[in-house]
Every structure is written in structure tokens, then in C-alpha cells.
T-cell receptor
């Protein structure tokens, strides 16, 4: 009865490197959300995906950030050329069906990204 | 523009007493409201929710109240227990849209 799995738990990158964050949703869940929590801030929506499709990416920065959820395998949040301001906790959440607003999200434990 | 506001960054309550966490929202189109609880180094976990057609929902020690006219909701925990010490996030959504979170309130339960 595995929950939402995120890896790695901690990721350290130097400025200019790439960061790849992985998320495997709960069994039977086909929709994934990514949220970012900056220090002393709340959870900010980034992107909402279903298999092979981006539903809503209105919270994603226009440059350097991308997300995918392939037919097979985990969802990936990719940050190219990281900067110090990207340091944050990145949380993935999944739901069993298309968001109706009433579906609660099941969160993973997050990936703490630190950019040196 | 913050659509979900939790104006108290932290709150301290004596064990056994009632904890009241408050939340305000600005978008009148929200029709579903949730509270999440988060411990350090863990992801948020769902606690309780309420739809806009109700003004109260209760689950054990946890009760959420919704005042639509004031665009305000609150979470009551009674009696408060040491394990309730955590960060509590208020969240809201429209029926067909993503969930928007507030900044959270850190609750300390004092012995």
C-alpha cells in the first residue's frame, strides 16, 4: 500500500547544473500535481499532469522548468541551469481521477533541493 | 495575489484546550475547502474538508466552520493534544480547478 513516492529526498546542485525530481503516484492514481514550498512560504502550485498530458502549467516559471508524466514511469520535474532561488521543497501529489476540486490530494514526502 | 490567507504564522495552545486556526479567502468562486497538516520533513496530509453548501463539518476532535458571507473558515481542534503540534495549511479550490494553499500556521501544543 505504497503512498506517493518521491526521490531523491535531498538533492544538492551547484548553480548552472540540472535538477531532476521524480514522483511515482499512488497505485491507481493517474493524475499528478507538483507544488513548491519556498522558505517561510506556503505551497505554490506549479503544474498538473495526467499520463502523457499537461493539464495546467500556469504555475510553472516560463524558463528552465519543465514537467512530464510519461505513459510508463514516474513523473519528472526538471529544472535546468539551477539558481539559488530554486532552493525549496518540491512536493508531488496524486489523485485517482481528473481534478474535480473535491478530490483531496495525497502528497509525497517531498524533495528538498539545495542550490550551492 | 494571495487568494487564501492565513494571517497567523504561529499559535500556541495549552494541551487540553481548544485550538482555533483561521483562514480567509478572496475568491468567491471557491466551493471546496480543505485543511492539511504537515510535520517536519514529511508531506502534507489531508485532515478535513468542507464544501460550500455546508457551514460545518466535524470529524472526531476536528471541526471546520465555513462562513461564506465573510469568506472565512476556521479549524477547531478540541481537546488539543501534543501530537497536534504541526503546520496547518488551509486550502481552497473551484470545482474544476487546482487546489490553492495558504502559507500555513504553525501550531504549538504546550504541556
Amino acid at each position: 500500500n505504497a503512498g506517493v513516492m518521491q526521490n531523491p529526498r535531498h538533492l544538492v546542485r551547484r548553480r548552472g547544473q540540472e535538477a531532476r525530481l521524480r514522483c511515482s503516484p499512488m497505485k491507481g492514481h493517474s493524475h499528478v500535481y507538483w507544488y513548491r514550498q519556498l522558505p517561510e512560504e506556503g505551497l505554490k502550485f506549479m503544474v498538473y499532469l495526467q499520463k502523457e498530458n499537461i493539464i495546467d502549467e500556469s504555475g510553472m516559471p516560463k524558463e528552465r522548468f519543465s514537467a512530464e508524466f510519461p505513459k510508463e514511469g514516474p513523473s519528472i520535474l526538471r529544472i535546468q541551469q539551477v539558481v539559488r532561488g530554486d532552493s525549496a521543497a518540491y512536493f508531488c501529489a496524486s489523485t485517482p481521477m481528473e481534478g474535480t476540486g473535491s478530490e483531496k490530494l495525497f502528497f509525497g514526502s517531498g524533495t528538498q533541493l539545495s542550490v550551492l | 495575489d494571495q487568494q487564501v490567507k492565513q494571517n497567523s504564522p504561529s499559535l500556541s495552545v495549552q494541551e487540553g484546550r481548544i485550538s482555533i486556526l483561521n483562514c480567509d479567502y478572496t475568491n468567491s468562486m471557491f466551493d471546496y475547502f480543505l485543511w492539511y497538516k504537515k510535520y517536519p520533513a514529511e508531506g502534507p496530509t489531508f485532515l478535513i474538508s468542507i464544501s460550500s453548501i455546508k457551514d460545518k463539518n466535524e470529524d472526531g476532535r476536528f471541526t471546520v466552520f465555513l462562513n461564506k458571507s465573510a469568506k472565512h473558515l476556521s479549524l477547531h481542534i478540541v481537546p488539543s493534544q501534543p501530537g497536534d503540534s504541526a503546520v496547518y495549511f488551509c486550502a481552497a479550490s473551484r470545482w474544476d480547478d487546482k487546489i490553492i494553499f495558504g502559507k500555513g500556521t504553525r501550531l504549538h501544543i504546550l504541556p
